[in-house]
């Protein structure tokens, strides 16, 4: 492991998800889990979100068109949270939505909407 990339992931990680989200996601790690809870804070959010190419904004918004794509709506709630975090605003979430309908159907902007309102009700951010 690389140490330097994984305190990078973990520091951005934090940042995106909430240091109680990750915390509690570490600590729930055992034997059978952590290698890849390790791995994926060194290499998705230690290589991929510490490059700072593309801004944290830039790339959530890039996130929930992938994975609202690809209609993991848990992870999508997820991101969709960490996107709020990083300044994603209401009516951006609206377009990606509709991007997403565009692209990837109907049925699916729909899941994304009603994970959404949820999501920014309990933020009372509708």
Known sequence: M???LFER?????????????????LAAADDFTRPFQEA???????F???DETIDPKT???MNLSMIGALGKMQ??????????NNGVSVE????????IGIYCGVP????CFRVARTVLEEKKLL
């Open 2 to 4: 690389d140490n330097d």
């Open 59 to 61: 790339r959530s918004m």
């Open 9 to 25: 992931g973990l520091t951005r990680r934090k940042a995106t998800l909430g240091a109680d989200y990750v915390e509690k996601n």
């Open 75 to 84: 992870e999508w709630e997820i991101h969709l949270r960490g996107a709020i």
């Open 40 to 46: 994926m804070t060194e290499w998705c959010w230690g």
């Open 108 to 111: 699916q902007s729909l899941e």
């Open 92 to 99: 951006e979430i609206r377009a990606i939505i509709h991007v």
């Open 48 to 50: 991929g979100w510490g």
